[in-house]
């Protein structure tokens, strides 16, 4: 069955940075679009950033310039790279996969906590 796995959460004080990673497995990887949602307590999940087969890249506001989605095909692996972080930036970051077109997924990791306090 389908498994995505995340990890790299933690505490980072305010203009830190965390590096999260996403392992997929069960399905073919390469062909399907990633993206990292978050979830703060109290609030809906929100798309944060997403990257598509074919590499194209996309952020919501808040992030873009700080946050930087990749992918590595032969791992299996999606990252967040996540730098100045703020504490609004607080949530339960998850891994998604889908391919919308093909009603296939979506697929959801069981989320890692990120915590930005001094």
């Known amino acids: 069955q389908v498994q995505l796995v995340e990890s790299g959460g933690g505490l980072v004080q305010p203009g830190g940075s965390l590096r999260l990673s996403c392992a997929a497995s069960?399905?073919?990887?390469?062909?399907?679009?990633m993206g990292w949602y978050r979830q703060a307590p109290g609030k809906q999940r929100e798309l944060v950033a997403r990257i598509t087969s074919s590499g194209s890249t996309m952020y919501v506001d808040s992030v873009k310039g700080r946050f930087t989605i990749s992918r590595d095909n032969a791992k299996n692996t999606v990252y967040l790279q996540m730098n100045s972080l703020k504490p609004e930036d607080t949530a339960v970051y998850y891994c998604?996969?889908?391919?919308?077109?093909?009603?296939?997924?979506?697929?959801w990791g069981q989320g890692t906590q990120v915590t930005v306090s001094s």
């Open positions: 998604n996969a889908d391919r919308a077109v093909y009603r296939d997924g979506p697929y």
């Open positions: 069960g399905i073919i990887f390469s062909i399907y679009r």
